[in-house]
């Protein structure tokens, strides 16, 4: 039995050496990190000699041992990135491969494992990248200064020529725009061909001046009933529509007869208040200029260049309606912001257009506006403007659906076989179309017309 005494001299003794031999916390945690670091080959004394050295900084990296104070190499400590050397024949040339595929580890002569690297040819990449297509430059008209002369001048559009020449391809005969209304119920058309030339001029001046907000055809059946139903002025003159006609009838009649276009009040007392104007300023005639025209009640700017041209033969200006302004401001010819009104339009037109196109500009646009690009519900994927990339405006959705139709082909149904192959060239118009068998479905086709406003 152990005296008490030595037994506590004992456990105090013994708990002094246990203090002694662990060290502090942060020196233990950093020593315990010390153990992971790469001290070489376990054979190399000098490494596993290494000795940790403790700083007065409290960083991990100060108990890390220096390894390469202990004259160890640099590239022991790091991760080997390099290639195996190959052992390989004497005589044999080394191969070094940008891209290489290791083979199947091969024995030496000697029976140790080698690797063998094998150089990869270079191989060209056989497909190449389309070019992405260059956007063509599209510049709306914009005026220009001469820097030796000074004087400004007004540039076009750079592809109006374009715009123009596929827009006269669809307003002729089998294109998207044809059968227009205009083309067979417009002002300059209805006048009668069997009146006198006095009376023609006097029946297209009236014909325009009942077209503003009223459609062609309801405006063609207005201009029939003066035609036939206007009684003549006097015992044994001609009926029908004339000036003399006109200044005699009672405004509740005349009025009666014009009863389906728009504001017929207002232009029941423009025609008569006209006809007077007419008959006393102008030899009973109309005006041959554009400011007696436009003296005229009732009888604006567009008014009064469409009446010279189609009652006298002379284009002065240009006829711009509402589908006129409509159509170049989203073709974005007249620039950022637009014009502001068929005025603006007509002025900014003539500053570039040439003066050959004034006259028929009207017909081609009023047409247009009619049959394809509609105020509302436009027909982008039937326009070739569209179809082409060449209107701004045009809607995506239906110029890719057009684009598909143009070139579709519909398969075996089974019961019924179609096949229909439709091609369109884009520079030369030529269509190939195929059919073998076509089935109808029934259906109504709703022909759409404009209200002008």
Known sequence: MTPRIPRNTTDFFGGMARLAASPPRRITRSSTLARFAYTGTPDNPGTANAQVHHGNSPDIEDVIPDITSSGSSTSLRKRKRTATTASVPQGATPLVARKSKKEPDAKASNGAEVKIEVESEDVAATSTIPAKPTKRQRKPARKTTDPSTGESAV??????????????????????????????????????????????????????????????????VAMHRLQTELAPHAPGAPPGLNLENILAVAPARLNELIYAVGFHNNKTKYLQQAAAICRDAHGGDIPDSIAGLVALPGVGPKMAHLCLSAAWGRTEGIGVDVHVHRITNLWGWHGKGGSKNPEDTRAKLESWLPRDRWREINTLLVGLGQTVCLPVGRRCGDCELGLRGLCRAAERKKVLEGRKLRESVVADVKGDTVVKVETERAEGMEKELVVNEVVKDEGVDAKIEEKEV
């Not at 715009?163 to 300059?188: I, L, Q």
């Open 155 to 220: 540039s076009p559009p750079t592809d109006w020529e374009e715009m123009y020449a596929v827009v006269r391809s669809m307003r002729s005969e089998g294109g998207a725009a044809s059968n227009a209304a205009v083309d067979t119920m417009g002002c300059e058309r209805l006048a009668l061909s069997t009146a006198s030339p006095r009376d023609q001029r006097f029946q297209t001046l009236v014909a325009l001046m009942l077209s503003s907000q009223t459609k062609d055809t309801v405006n063609a």
